[in-house]
Structure formats: C-alpha cells, structure tokens
C-alpha cells in the first residue's frame, strides 16, 4: 500500500494503491482517493508561463500552511485513509531537471562517483545547497557514444520548509519525487502509447505545468514550469471586471473552445484563447530543449495528452489539436484502473474529474511500478532520522529507564542488607531478634532476584522488547502538551507458578489534564495513538477512564488511565 500526495495551490489531492494481483505484481488499484479544496490567494497576473513564482514565499504564508495542515487532517483522519507510506510530489521554480550527457562508464559504482563529482561542480556554480539525484534514460536512436542522465535538483530551503509542514501533521513520509517523474509513472499505468510513438504529456494546474516526452516506455525529457489554469482565470478577471473565484467559475462552466463555439465576440472566450496562445509557446520551446538536450533534432511529437485542472476547459483538446498542428486529448489516468475498493461518493469524484488526480495517482504507483527512472528527494538526514528513532533512540530509553530503576531497587536493597547486617551485630544476645531480622535479609534478596528475573525475562523475548521500544516513541510524540503524566507501567500482571507475568502488549498510561480542555484533549490523544503511522496501536472504549478530580490538590482537574494495546 502507497500513498500519493499532491499539494496544489487551491488544492490537496490524495491517491491510495494497493496492489491489484499477486500473479500481475504491476497491477494496482485504488483503495482511497480524496480531494480538500480551500481558497487560493489572487494570481500574480505579472507572471506569465515559463516565468518564475515564488513557492517558498507561499510556504511561509500562515494561511497556506493552514490549508494544508487542515487539508491532511480531513483527509486522512476524518476520511479514514491511512496516512502510511506517503508519497510527496513537488514542482515550480525550486525544482530544476535537465538531462545532460556524461562519458560512457561500466558499472554503477563508477557511473555514481561520475555523476557525484557533476552534481558538485553544478552546485558549486549556483552557489545554492540542493538535494540532488540522477537517472540514466534510455534513448536507443542516439548517435553518439555518451549517456543521456536526467538530473533532479530541489532547494533545500524550500523543500526544507515543506518537509517541516507535513511533519508536523503527523503522516509517515516515505519519498518525495518532482511531479514530472509522476506524470511519466501515471502514463504508464495505461497502455495508450505504441513503441514507436513520441508523445508529450502536458499536466496543467493552477500555477505550474508539467511536461515529459515520451516514447516507447522511455522517458526523453521532462520538465516543470510556473503558469497554468490561473493565467485562464487572470485573463477572464481581466475582461470582465470580476473577482478571481467568479472568474474561475466562469472558466469552467461557460469557457468553449470548440470550433462551433470559438468566435472572438464571445469575451470569455476570445480571453482565454490569448491566454491559451502561451501553451503553444510551452510546446515549441520544450520540444527545442529536447533536441538540445539529447543532441537529436528529429524527434518529433506524434501526439499531445493534457491533464491537470486546466484540462477540464470545454474544448481546449480541439483548439491545442489546430494550434499545435498535433493530435490532442485529454489523458484519463483511471481508464484501466480498479476503482472497485472505492466507496460510491468517491468513485463518482474521480470518474467525472480524473484528470485532476494524475500526480497523486502517479506518485503512488511510483513506489509500486518497476520504472527506469526515478528522481528522489528525500534528504539523507530524514533517512537516517527516522532509522535511528524507529530503531534505537526509544528502545534505548527505555532499556535506561528501566535499568535505572532496577539499579534504584538494587542500591535499596544492598542498602537494607548492610543495615541489617549492622544491626545483627548489636543485638546478638536476642537470637529471636537476630532469626527475625535475618528472615528479612532472606526476603529482600528473593524481591532482589525476583525483580531481576522479571526484567531478564520480560526483555528476553524480541516481540515484548519491540513493541514496548515502539509504543513508547508513539506515546512521547503524541502525548498532549499541556498533559501532566504520572505513571506509565508494563500493562497488567497475572500471578503464574508464584512468578509475576506481564501481558507481552499493554501499556498502563496515567494523567492529568486541565479542566478546559479536558475532553478534547483526551479525545485528540486517542484518536492520534489508535491512527498514528508510526507502530499499530490501540485504545479500547472498555479500557479507558476519564473522571473529574473532586478533592485534594487537584481538584478541579480531569484524571485519565487507558490502557494501549499493539492492533
């Protein structure tokens, strides 16, 4: 099971897979899609297509990084979609590919250290900090000894700000890919291009535009630029004095670009057609990128397929098929894809709008599908973060915790021995007094040995071990803030040939919270433990207790004991 993430500017959309057959392993089908819109910010009409926005300037806006912290909320805790194994895409001007041709090498080993050393003389000149990646791409009518390597750059800055969002909304972060690797992922998916034929594939969203050139399986050139829907949108505002939400409205619902409907009288229309001139312009200077790139001035686009927002215009397909003098349709990511798992409400969603969903859905079969070129983001520090707190931090704090009070109980006892042992001495005309304390001597070693054996045998077994380590990661970064914790035990206790036996799942989790936020805290708490990401937990109705304080020093507070279990 993959998840796929796209964050859009008035939009997250979110793709869930699962794979379809065991005897087909690259069949999938979708097992949870949604979609959460929220208001966008008014378009920068100084920006054209292909011209620079500035996407870690959004990031930084509090209202954008609510929409996308209540975005992840609604859909994968209010939704019911697991938020496990997620995907991230990222696009706009932070994100640069290029292919670029390098001497021909054998051997991984040698191709990396090849492409480290180029990836370090790049960096050194932008004078940036990037995460980097490369991809060898596959281009059989090349007519040259050098091997085309398509290069993936992000900003750490921006992607660093990205990362610290989604983070925070607590979904587990497996990869993150540029939003070109995704589209190519998605075509895959449906076999509508024969080997021979070259096609680009353009998705339109609101402020970017993704484009790959295809043939055969092979992948020859992507790219991703800023502009898209909203330049429709501004252009419409424009001519009819309007604001940016009718105006996009209008786009959608009265926009007609069909040969019978395309007259210039028509002011919406003869708007949009100015605008849709730019994608034109897209069109050509990719193609002329890609026979610069690749040193192949023959390739030709055979034919176009769009997707995205600003490929639900009502006749945009007929107008790009005049003006680029090239076949033109929209792409349906879904058209072989098993929708089956799907509920009614969200099957019809992505029936009647699918090609809003093609990122999403191309970043989840992208960890799914065995594809030649992947470019991934993902820093090497979240890699090794997430490693070492998963494996070892929590699991060492909790073999400390406990060794510490195994050594408290050790230095007690040794404590008391040598107390007795002092006392003995004093009193030894009273035989009955000595026999009596020495009886406590006897008592004290067997709690000692008792004790020890329990630890010995609790953390012997690698299930018991692994699963308090686990739970107690989940706990510490879920456990509300304002919470005060006053007790925390290995669950409940059955006594079994006079030994003490621990149940190998259960936490006993003991608090306090204030009066004010008493019960949504307790709620929140719950609701994180029995849907985190991170270790499958679980609090049971029957095994959980929140009463009010009524007396003492307390008083006025709300106490809480659950009781977690592993699922």
């Given at each position: 099971?993959w998840?796929?993430?796209?964050?859009?500017?008035?939009?997250?959309?979110?793709?869930?897979?699962?794979?379809?057959?065991?005897?087909q392993?690259n069949?999938?089908?979708?097992?949870?899609?949604?979609?959460w819109?929220?208001?966008?910010?008014?378009?920068?009409?100084?920006?054209?297509?292909?011209?620079?926005?500035?996407?870690e300037?959004?990031?930084?806006?509090?209202?954008?990084?609510k929409?996308i912290?209540?975005?992840?909320?609604?859909?994968?805790?209010?939704g019911g979609i697991?938020?496990?194994r997620?995907?991230?895409?990222?696009?706009?001007?932070?994100?640069?590919?290029r292919?670029v041709?390098?001497?021909?090498?054998?051997?991984?080993?040698?191709?990396?250290?090849?492409?480290?050393?180029?990836?370090?003389?790049m960096?050194?000149?932008?004078?940036?900090?990037?995460?980097q990646?490369?991809?060898?791409l596959k281009?059989?009518?090349?007519?040259?000894?050098?091997?085309?390597v398509?290069?993936?750059?992000?900003?750490?800055a921006?992607?660093?700000?990205?990362?610290?969002?989604?983070?925070?909304?607590?979904?587990?972060?497996?990869?993150?890919?540029?939003?070109p690797?995704?589209?190519?992922?998605?075509?895959?998916t449906?076999?509508?291009v024969?080997?021979?034929?070259?096609?680009?594939?353009?998705?339109?969203?609101?402020?970017?535009?993704?484009?790959?050139?295809?043939?055969?399986?092979?992948?020859?050139?992507?790219?991703?630029v800023?502009?898209?829907?909203?330049?429709?949108?501004?252009?419409?505002?424009?001519?009819?004095?309007?604001?940016?939400?009718?105006?996009?409205?209008?786009?959608?619902?009265?926009?007609?670009?069909?040969?019978?409907h395309?007259?210039?009288?028509?002011?919406?229309?003869?708007?949009v057609?100015?605008a849709?001139?730019?994608?034109?312009?897209?069109?050509?200077?990719?193609?002329?990128?890609?026979?610069?790139?690749?040193?192949?001035e023959d390739?030709?686009?055979?034919?176009?397929?769009?997707?995205g927002?600003?490929a639900?215009?009502?006749?945009?397909?007929?107008?790009l098929?005049?003006?680029?003098?090239?076949p033109?349709?929209?792409?349906?990511?879904?058209?072989t894809?098993?929708?089956?798992?799907?509920?009614?409400t969200a099957?019809?969603?992505?029936?009647?709008?699918?090609?809003?969903?093609?990122?999403?859905?191309?970043?989840?079969c992208?960890?799914?599908?065995?594809?030649?070129?992947?470019?991934?983001?993902?820093?090497?520090r979240?890699?090794?973060?997430?490693?070492?707190f998963?494996?070892?931090?929590?699991?060492i704090a909790?073999?400390?915790l406990?060794?510490?009070?195994?050594a408290?109980?050790?230095f007690?006892?040794?404590?008391?021995?040598?107390?007795?042992?002092?006392?003995k001495?004093?009193?030894?005309?009273?035989r009955a007094?000595?026999k009596?304390?020495?009886?406590?001597?006897?008592?004290?070693?067997?709690?000692?040995?008792?004790?020890y054996?329990?630890?010995?045998?609790?953390?012997?077994?690698?299930?018991?071990?692994?699963f308090?380590?686990n739970?107690?990661?989940?706990?510490?970064?879920?456990?509300?803030?304002?919470a005060?914790?006053?007790?925390?035990?290995l669950?409940k206790?059955?006594?079994?040939?006079?030994?003490?036996?621990?149940?190998?799942?259960?936490?006993?989790?003991?608090?306090?919270l204030?009066?004010?936020?008493?019960?949504e805290?307790?709620?929140?708490?719950?609701?994180?433990?029995?849907?985190?990401?991170?270790?499958?937990?679980?609090?049971?109705?029957?095994e959980?207790?929140?009463?009010?304080?009524?007396?003492g020093?307390l008083?006025?507070?709300?106490?809480?004991?659950?009781?977690?279990?592993?699922k």
């Amino acid at each position: 099971m993959w998840t796929g993430i796209d964050i859009g500017s008035y939009s997250v959309k979110v793709v869930q897979v699962a794979r379809a057959s065991l005897i087909q392993p690259n069949a999938v089908k979708v097992i949870g899609a949604a979609r959460w819109c929220f208001d966008a910010p008014e378009y920068d009409k100084t920006k054209q297509i292909g011209q620079e926005t500035s996407p870690e300037n959004e990031l930084k806006n509090l209202d954008a990084v609510k929409n996308i912290r209540t975005a992840i909320s609604k859909i994968f805790y209010s939704g019911g979609i697991n938020p496990k194994r997620c995907i991230i895409g990222v696009g706009g001007r932070e994100i640069n590919l290029r292919t670029v041709l390098v001497p021909p090498v054998q051997g991984t080993q040698r191709l990396n250290k090849l492409m480290e050393y180029e990836l370090g003389e790049m960096s050194s000149k932008s004078g940036a900090d990037f995460y980097q990646d490369f991809s060898p791409l596959k281009f059989p009518q090349k007519k040259y000894p050098e091997m085309p390597v398509l290069i993936g750059l992000a900003k750490k800055a921006y992607l660093d700000e990205r990362l610290k969002i989604l983070v925070n909304t607590g979904i587990s972060i497996s990869d993150i890919y540029p939003e070109p690797i995704a589209l190519l992922s998605a075509l895959l998916t449906q076999n509508i291009v024969n080997p021979v034929e070259v096609a680009m594939l353009l998705d339109i969203g609101a402020n970017n535009i993704n484009v790959i050139i295809h043939q055969g399986g092979n992948l020859l050139f992507a790219r991703n630029v800023s502009g898209g829907g909203a330049v429709f949108t501004q252009a419409i505002k424009d001519v009819m004095s309007i604001s940016f939400a009718q105006a996009e409205t209008l786009k959608l619902t009265e926009t007609n670009l069909t040969m019978a409907h395309r007259s210039q009288a028509n002011p919406i229309n003869a708007a949009v057609l100015r605008a849709v001139g730019q994608i034109h312009s897209l069109f050509q200077s990719s193609l002329s990128f890609c026979h610069a790139q690749l040193k192949a001035e023959d390739i030709k686009v055979d034919r176009v397929l769009i997707s995205g927002g600003g490929a639900r215009i009502k006749g945009l397909t007929d107008h790009l098929t005049s003006i680029l003098k090239c076949p033109t349709e929209a792409f349906n990511p879904f058209q072989t894809i098993d929708l089956s798992s799907l509920d009614e409400t969200a099957r019809q969603k992505v029936t009647e709008e699918p090609s809003d969903m093609v990122i999403a859905l191309g970043l989840a079969c992208t960890a799914m599908k065995k594809q030649t070129v992947k470019i991934s983001f993902l820093p090497a520090r979240l890699k090794k973060k997430k490693k070492f707190f998963q494996e070892t931090v929590y699991f060492i704090a909790a073999i400390i915790l406990i060794t510490a009070s195994i050594a408290l109980l050790l230095f007690n006892v040794l404590k008391e021995q040598e107390h007795l042992k002092s006392e003995k001495e004093k009193i030894n005309p009273l035989r009955a007094e000595r026999k009596k304390l020495e009886e406590s001597l006897r008592t004290a070693k067997q709690k000692k040995d008792a004790l020890y054996n329990e630890y010995m045998a609790y953390f012997s077994e690698p299930e018991k071990k692994s699963f308090f380590a686990n739970a107690l990661m989940v706990i510490s970064q879920l456990f509300p803030q304002n919470a005060r914790l006053s007790e925390i035990s290995l669950g409940k206790t059955s006594q079994i040939n006079n030994k003490t036996v621990y149940e190998s799942s259960a936490i006993i989790i003991k608090g306090q919270l204030a009066d004010y936020m008493a019960q949504e805290e307790f709620r929140q708490f719950k609701n994180n433990i029995n849907n985190n990401a991170i270790y499958p937990l679980i609090i049971r109705q029957e095994e959980e207790q929140l009463k009010e304080i009524k007396s003492g020093l307390l008083k006025g507070k709300w106490e809480f004991e659950v009781v977690i279990r592993k699922k």
